[in-house]
């Protein structure tokens, strides 16, 4: 079976990142994951990877409502990254709102809009996206 090697969990609820931590590691599809608990530090992370992009990861989970940098802003910054645009997103929120899933539309790398909590099933359903 095929494996992706990295993923980052990017969230301001450290609840949310432990349980995530703990359904990754149970799942046999995903090797590593690498938890930020806010999108500044990932895109630091990815901007000081960027002459050796290798070490980015195959797929990006993201909060929207987070303080200091939210989710859009994240993604926008994402862009400005020489190459970053290329890596899948999934959008994981506690926001059910229609006006957040459409913007989340018009976002290129932006695979999925998964609502809040992670879940085994989801789990599947973003392994689906990232190697389709």
């Known amino acids: 079976m095929k494996q992706i090697d990295l993923i980052y969990l990017i969230d301001d609820d450290s609840i949310v990142l432990f349980l995530g931590t703990k359904l990754f590691a149970r799942h046999e599809s995903f090797k590593c994951l690498q938890t930020f608990e806010n999108g500044q530090s990932a895109l630091d992370t990815l901007a000081a990877q960027a002459e050796d992009p290798s070490g980015w990861p195959d797929a990006i989970l993201l909060d929207l409502n987070m303080p200091g940098m939210d989710g859009w802003k994240f993604l926008e910054e994402l862009s400005r ?3 970053a645009a290329h890596i899948p997103v999934i959008i994981q929120t506690s926001s059910v709102d229609p006006r957040d899933i ?3 539309k018009t976002f290129v790398n932006v695979k999925d809009y998964i609502p809040k ?3 085994v099933a989801k789990l599947d359903r973003i392994f689906a996206h990232i190697t389709a």
Do not use: D, V
């Open 117 to 119: 909590p992670l879940t």
């Open 102 to 104: 459409g913007k989340s």
């Open 81 to 83: 990254i020489p190459g």
